[in-house]
C-alpha cells in the first residue's frame, strides 16, 4: 500500500516563498537520493556535512529543484537563504553563495523575454551593443544570482562592491539572460559580432 507524506510548508523569508511538495516513499516511481535539513537551520547558517541528510524520495514534478549526492559539494559552500526546518528537502531557492548577508544587494535589472527564471536559479547577463546594423553580443556578468523574477525584469543579488556597476548596467545597458540549468557548469559564452561568428559558434568551428 503507498504511503505518501507531505513535505514541511516551505518557509517565507527575504520576500520569497520556497514551494511546498508532495513526497512518495515509493521506489517505483521514479525516486531519487535528495538532500535535507538534518536540523533546523536559520537563515544564513552555513551550510555543513551534520547539517545535510540524504531522503529517497519520489517527487510530482522532478527533482530539478533539488540537491542530489554529486551536488554535494555544491550545497555546502552554500549558505540558508530562509530558516529550514529538520527534515525540510533542500531546494535551490532555500541556499545561497556564502557572501555574507550584511555584503549582499537586491539590484533590478530590466529584462525582456527572459525564459521562465525561478528564484534561486543563476543567470549569465550578455550585453547586447553595437550599431543597429551591426549588433554585438558579449557577456556583463556570469553566474548570478536571481532572487525573484517580476514584471519587466529580475531582482539579483550581488555583492555591495558590485551593485553600483549593476545598476549603471540596468539603466544604460541593453541585457539579455541566460539561464543555467542546475546544476550546470559556469558559463563560457563567446562574443559574437557579427553573423559569421554566430554561424561559426553554433557549427562548433
Known sequence: ?????????????????SAAMLVAAD???????????ARDLPAGTA?????????????????????TPGD??????M??????????LIQRSDV?????LADRRLVFIPISGAPTTPAGARVDLLMIGGVPDRPTVSTFALGVE????????????VPAKQAAAFVFAAATMHLAAVVAEPGAADGVELPISGPDDAIAVVAGR
Open 96 to 100: 545561497m553563495g556564502a557572501t555574507t
Open 47 to 67: 551550510i555543513s556535512g551534520d547539517a545535510l541528510e540524504l531522503k529517497h524520495v519520489s517527487l510530482q514534478g522532478g527533482d530539478a529543484q533539488l540537491f
Open 1 to 17: 500500500m503507498k504511503r505518501w507524506l507531505v513535505a514541511l510548508a516551505a518557509l517565507i523569508a527575504g520576500g520569497g516563498v
Open 79 to 88: 549558505r540558508a537563504s530562509h530558516d529550514l526546518v529538520s527534515g525540510q
Open 72 to 77: 554535494e559539494s555544491r550545497l555546502m559552500s
Open 27 to 37: 521506489p517505483s516511481r521514479g525516486a531519487v537520493d535528495a538532500y535535507a535539513a
Open 146 to 157: 536571481v532572487r525573484a523574477a517580476v514584471s519587466g525584469g529580475l531582482i539579483v543579488a
